[in-house]
């Protein structure tokens, strides 16, 4: 995919985070490297999920997208147009466009403002009246959702957790965005929850045609939703390549790493297949490893590893960045 034909565009995307060091008399900074050059095409009405461990970067990059986190550089590019250094007034216009789902449904929405209120917001701060007016279209709002729309008087607390991430789904798509970064939306959720929220979000892709960035850690979850999957490392692109791919025939060791984390429905398999378990800790993002973020924990790790960053290449179906990929 060409960066002209791609909806959304990251570019050498970075950002880091400045943190005063411990210690007394130490008034150095250090740089947190929480997303450290990635570079991702992204088609529209396409669902590309992110995944990785807590702390790869995964919801900085995707919070980045967005410009809800400054980036430190690269570029972001919407529908061919450099919006990396916009200012908020110049992306007052765009926030109807691009959307997000945070992963608390409950920090996500004001406790002392109704249902009402909190879905309508946009139409406030876009200065947006819908036909029929605000109350009759946060009403069909919440009946897409799945919410009784009964309860637009309702205070967040009188609603379960899976309740009140369908409410922010609905604040989310109520100025029919374009595209749309899911961060995390099912990680606190009961697994039953869990299914009903994807369901709801594969509906509106399908109807609506919105293009999702699908944020988790649970690589379950991301396989049912993705189209594509992007594998996150210590802020760095371990692995690109389409879903059925990327399950199928993992080709970077960490993708092979997490994949064999993931419990299996079949007894049989579950007792058999090969676990891989990752020695040492994740190393911190302050100090990332030379040459291959992941080569003090990989077992294929060679000489090359430690000394040159590798490059993303093309193995089979996936991109991969690793030096002697499977």
Not at 56 to 62: F, I, S, V
Not at 171 to 190: G, H, M, Q, T
Not at 250 to 266: E, N, W
Request: hydrophobic share 35%; net charge neutral; charged share 20%.
């Amino acid at each position: 995919m060409s960066t002209e034909t791609a909806l959304f565009s990251i570019q050498n995307l970075t950002k880091h985070f400045p943190v005063k060091k411990s210690g007394v008399f130490n008034n150095q900074k250090a740089l947190v490297k929480a997303v450290d050059g990635i570079s991702l095409d992204i088609a529209e009405g396409e669902t590309v999920g992110i995944v990785g461990e807590s702390g790869c970067g995964k919801t900085t990059a995707g919070r980045s997208f967005l410009k809800l986190i400054e980036p430190t550089s690269g570029k972001i590019i919407y529908k061919g147009e450099d919006i990396t250094n916009l200012k908020p007034g110049k992306m007052r216009p765009l926030r109807a466009e691009l959307q997000i789902i945070f992963q608390d449904p409950y920090s996500a929405l004001n406790p002392r403002q109704t249902i009402g209120n909190i879905i309508s917001a946009p139409f406030e701060i876009q200065g947006i009246t819908p036909d029929g007016g605000v109350k009759k279209e946060v009403q069909r709002l919440m009946e897409r959702v799945g919410l009784n729309p009964e309860h637009f008087n309702r205070y967040p607390h009188e609603f379960s957790g899976g309740q009140r991430q369908r409410i922010g789904i609905a604040r989310a798509i109520a100025l029919k965005p374009k595209f749309v970064v899911a961060d995390e939306p099912v990680s606190a959720l009961d697994v039953s929850i869990q299914a009903q929220v994807i369901n709801l979000l594969e509906d509106l892709k399908r109807e609506d045609g919105i293009t999702i960035v699908f944020i988790a850690h649970d690589l379950s979850v991301v396989q049912h939703i993705s189209d594509r999957v992007v594998v996150m490392y210590l802020g760095k692109i371990m692995e690109i390549s389409d879903s059925n791919n990327l399950y199928s025939a993992p080709r970077h060791p960490y993708t092979k790493a997490l994949l064999s984390a993931v419990p299996q429905a079949d007894p049989h398999i579950e007792r058999t297949r090969e676990r891989i378990i990752l020695s040492g800790d994740l190393p911190s993002p302050m100090n990332p490893p030379s040459g291959c973020v992941f080569s003090t924990r990989c077992w294929k790790a060679q000489d090359i590893c430690h000394s040159k960053t590798p490059e993303m290449v093309q193995v089979g179906q996936s991109q991969v960045a690793c030096h002697f990929p499977e």
